[in-house]
């Protein structure tokens, strides 16, 4: 147990100033600005967004340079900022048909209509450092070619025609929301989706891992990857109309699964989906991975004891937040605790030693 | 504006416009087109929260996705017009400007008000998607799938 302290004001005051000064780093180095982190850190500023589950590049910016770095400490900023905010309502779900895509790949259909569209990616770079970047390297400007927009139908809704794929049950119009009722479970679906988007990127990675490695034998097809802007519409009452409030950058990502039928359902394929604020990609295959995985009631699949497919684990231990307040909270003063257990120890190894001692003189 | 027959229509592309456009964009065409119409704040700009939305596979049931961040602001022309700002962000003076944007849109300005305001913000936009799509579209592969060894 955490119990209070008194004292240390001074200390904690130089500690703080000296975290501002180191924060600074060498004052013979330009400082950081967040304009440059948003605009030359973006994946950071994503990730930040993403898993602080609020969209503002501006913040997630800010966060990163006052958490010198720390992605997490800046994701706590965010969550601790968020709270703040008066919740002016619900937007629509977004379309995520119409995004303008900046990328757009499918690993299993190669003439995809609306094409194949690499963007800005790191695929098929050879991962070998730029010294160029050290030394000012001018950035090649990206070519452009005029084109007549074209719709990007999603892939999966090919599957759909022919009945080959599960379809989507409809929900709600007003899904659970755990910002605002603590995570129960048995959790439905958008609930989980709700979690796993604002879960960390590393242990979503990891779960996700251990089903392509055998742990719940879910073999993935990335149908399709997308990422681009959405607008975001939501109902205004005063006007009383829809409008669009603003526009995110998403990143969405549609697995297809092979499914044998069950009691319940014929052979088919089944979905998982992943659907991240900003450019995410690891994240959002990672997503729609696990979001897979947890299916296994619904589909009517068997549990095999997966830790991917077992909701409690995932889902209680996906938040980085909550699991690094509870982590770190053991290196606060814990002097009452831990004298009652000094005493324990004390009085157990007298105890013992006690015993020894009769023994021997026995 | 759209020939959905929708009587919204063109009001909905103006704030749409309004709410996507950057503050630093919005303030400058302001500044710059000289409006002060008379008018009272019905709302104070207030920063909040919008819980955006997608849906399971993209077509099932809605679920959320996270908050983006909203500010808003209504006031009302001397002349009565209410006008409504919702945008992107925490500008409230973009808010502002875009309430009364909104506002003199509704009034026999519009025309001068969508010169020298909205069609700028739009064509800006226009030319950013633009920009970006056609270096999308640079990126754009066929793949050709490889004979496998015969067995």
């Known amino acids: ?362 | 504006m759209d020939g959905s027959g929708d009587p919204n229509a063109a009001r909905k592309a103006w704030l749409s416009v309004l709410a996507k456009a950057q503050a630093a964009d919005v303030a400058a065409l302001w500044v710059e087109a000289g409006y002060a119409p008379d008018h009272e704040v019905l709302r104070a700009p207030e920063i909040g929260a919008v819980m955006v939305r997608g849906r399971a596979g993209a077509v099932g049931a809605p679920f959320n996705l996270g908050e983006m961040t909203v500010t808003r602001c209504s006031v009302r022309l001397a002349s009565g017009e209410v006008g409504h700002g919702y945008v992107q962000g925490r500008g409230k003076d973009h808010a502002v400007q875009a309430a009364l944007t909104d506002a003199l849109m509704q009034t026999a300005d519009a025309p001068a008000v969508e010169a020298a305001i909205v069609a700028p913000l739009r064509d800006a936009a226009g030319a950013k998607r633009a920009t970006r799509a056609a270096k999308a579209a640079a990126t754009k592969v066929n793949f050709f799938t490889m004979v496998r060894g015969e067995d």
């Open chain 1, 1 to 362: 147990m955490y119990v209070a302290v008194k004292g240390g004001e001074k200390a904690i005051d130089a500690a703080h100033a000296w975290l501002a000064e180191e924060r600074r780093g060498p004052e013979d180095v330009a400082e950081l600005s967040v304009d440059q982190i948003k605009g030359q850190l973006k994946l950071a500023v994503n990730r930040v967004m993403a898993e602080g589950s609020l969209y503002d590049p501006d913040l997630a910016a800010l966060a990163i340079k006052q958490a010198r770095g720390d992605l997490i400490e800046a994701i706590f900023l965010i969550r601790a900022y968020r709270t703040t905010l008066p919740r002016f309502g619900g937007s629509t779900p977004v379309d995520t048909e119409t995004m303008a895509c900046d990328r757009r790949v499918s690993a299993t259909f190669k003439d995809a209509p609306g094409g194949q569209v690499l963007g800005p990616t790191f695929d098929y770079t050879h991962r070998l450092l730029d010294f160029k970047l050290a030394a000012d390297g001018e950035a090649p400007s990206a070519p452009e070619r005029a084109e007549m927009p074209e719709t990007k139908p999603h892939i999966m809704s090919f599957l759909d025609r022919e009945d080959l794929i599960q379809p989507e049950p409809e929900g709600p119009e007003t899904p659970p929301d755990l910002t605002r009722e603590p995570l129960e479970l048995p959790a439905n679906r958008p609930l989980r989706l709700q979690s796993l988007t604002r879960g960390d990127e590393g242990f979503i990675l990891g779960m996700a891992y251990s089903t392509q490695r055998g742990y719940a034998r879910n073999h993935a097809f990335v149908a399709e990857l997308r990422i681009g802007t959405c607008a975001v519409e939501m109902d205004i009452p005063e006007l009383g109309f829809a409008i669009e409030v603003g526009e995110v950058e998403l990143t969405e990502c549609e697995t297809v699964n092979q499914f044998q039928g069950s009691k319940t359902e014929p052979p088919q394929f089944t979905r998982g989906y992943g659907l991240v604020f900003g450019m995410c990609e690891r994240k959002a295959i990672s997503m729609a991975l696990v979001d897979r995985a947890l299916r296994w009631k619904e589909l009517g699949e068997d549990n095999v004891g997966a830790p991917a497919q077992d909701e409690e684990f995932v889902l209680y231990h996906a938040d980085n937040i909550q699991a690094t307040g509870f982590l770190e909270h053991i290196k606060l003063p814990h002097y009452v605790d831990f004298q009652s257990e000094l005493e324990l120890i004390r009085k157990l190894r007298r105890e013992a030693i006690g015993n020894v001692r009769q023994e021997a003189a026995e």
